[in-house]
């Protein structure tokens, strides 16, 4: 019991047991406190059954302000820009999707633009929404649908697969032109880190135990 | 044998897809997150299975159609996803050509094979341990989104290569089939309900435990 006490973790909502199930297994065991920075584990399958972030609430809201930000930074700065024969020609996200869908290809150019940019700022703008007001013990309005759109989202945001598409496009053009990186590129990586920071920075069962305790 | 541990079906509650709240299914929606609440993912076999189907059918076409075309100076070339592989290959670029081999084409077809095992296991052809089979499944989730690097990669030389007369890249009908193999394999994976597998062995168990004299076949 003393143990118990000293462990820090987020409140729970009212009433007795919280039960929890593996999503694996369907195991059901009843949630306790793990400490800080451990995770709590299914007894039958060993998979994660939630994890005890060290400062989620601060981590993820900073770490996804900061991720809109760099969002910024990257549409406005040139990403990379490609010199031949006295021809310039510039990369950004938008151009990315928008030459697919102007050379015919709607339907891969919309994907291009759902992967890289619409995904992206769902989850940082609406991390930074739900995570923001749970800091001072508010729910903000509309908090439990825009919740549930993170979980949509996530598989979608695809913005570290861009960067790996980014490094093989360069080895493509390396002979063939001068290339150059902008103010974009290296803020694009940036956001790479900061997304997956904010993501990682706050467990699914915690965001939900707090936006219950909030409207309670 | 270890005690049987009990399972949120067993007692009617239902894992919240989408908070996680344990709540009775009786309930319908969840209390707290208003998702529809469902024991298992509804129809998970019939639509891993269809949307499997509607992968490995666009999978040919995704690798045999040019994915972008390049014209060089009247010079029109198409070039295949293996064929941008081989290019790399050839100019000694090999880490390049093996990340291009494993995203795009090892990737999607190991998944297809890997996601039609385990619906043979889920529907109890197959007997593998289902911890063996969690790796895959967990394995199939995490690396699927990989294999979109050559569409993005289609999009970045289109978006950049545009010098009129000179040098043009603009996109082939095959990048069409191959975005659609990744997001139809990525849907299969979601539908895909893993909880099925443990069920399989419950059954296996149980069929197992009440006879006195087993009779090993």
């Given amino acids: 019991m003393k143990r118990e006490a000293s462990i820090t973790t987020w409140p729970k909502p009212a009433g007795a047991p919280h039960p929890v199930a593996c999503h694996f297994c369907d195991t059901l065991h009843e949630a306790t406190a793990v400490p800080e920075g451990t995770a709590a584990r299914c007894k039958r399958c060993g998979v994660v059954l939630y994890q005890n972030r060290p400062a989620s609430l601060v981590r993820t809201t900073a770490f996804s302000l900061a991720a809109l930000i760099l969002m910024g930074i990257v549409n406005m700065f040139p990403f990379l820009t490609m010199e031949a024969n006295g021809i310039k020609t510039e990369l950004s996200l938008f151009r990315a999707a928008r030459e697919l869908i102007r050379e015919g290809s709607m339907t891969i150019g919309w994907c291009v633009a759902g992967f890289t940019i619409v995904a992206p700022l769902v989850m940082a703008g609406g991390m930074l929404y739900v995570c923001g007001p749970l800091l001072r013990g508010h729910a903000a309005p509309g908090a439990r649908h825009v919740a549930r759109w993170l979980g949509h989202a996530e598989p979608w945001n695809m913005i570290e697969v861009f960067l790996l598409g980014v490094l093989v496009s360069l080895m493509k053009l390396g002979k063939m032109a001068d290339l150059y990186f902008g103010v974009g590129f290296w803020a694009f990586a940036a956001l790479m880190v900061c997304m997956a920071a904010a993501v990682a920075g706050i467990d699914r069962n915690e965001l939900w135990d707090r936006l219950e305790v909030a409207a309670e | ?217």
């Avoid at chain 2, 040019?66 to 290019?87: C, K, R, Y």
Wanted: hydrophobic share 55%; with cysteine; net charge positive.
């Fill in chain 2, 1 to 217: 044998m270890t005690p049987r541990l009990p399972r949120a079906i067993d007692q009617g509650l239902a894992n919240c897809h989408v908070c996680g709240k344990v709540t009775p299914v009786v309930a319908h929606r969840c209390p707290r997150c208003g998702a529809g609440l469902h024991l298992r993912k509804p129809a998970s076999l019939k639509r891993t299975v269809a949307l499997l189907l509607a992968a490995a059918a666009l999978y040919l076409p995704a690798n045999m159609l040019p994915v972008m075309t390049i014209s060089e100076i009247g010079n029109v070339m198409a070039s295949t996803i293996l064929q941008g592989m081989v290019e790399f290959w050839r100019r000694e670029a090999y880490p390049i050509a093996i990340v291009i081999f494993v995203a795009s084409i090892m990737i999607p077809i190991v998944k297809i094979v890997a996601l039609v095992w385990l619906c043979a296991a889920a529907s109890g052809k197959v007997h593998p341990s289902p911890r063996i089979l969690g790796r895959i499944y967990w394995f199939t989730e995490l690396l699927g989104r990989w294999s979109m690097v050559d569409i993005f990669v289609v999009s970045i030389l289109v978006a950049l290569v545009q010098f009129g007369a000179y040098m043009t890249v603009a996109p082939g009908p095959g990048a069409l089939a191959f975005a659609g193999v990744v997001v139809l394999t990525m849907f299969a994976a979601m539908s895909f309900d893993p909880r099925l597998l443990w069920d399989r062995l419950e059954i296996l168990e149980a069929s197992k435990t009440p006879q006195p004299t087993p009779n090993r076949e």
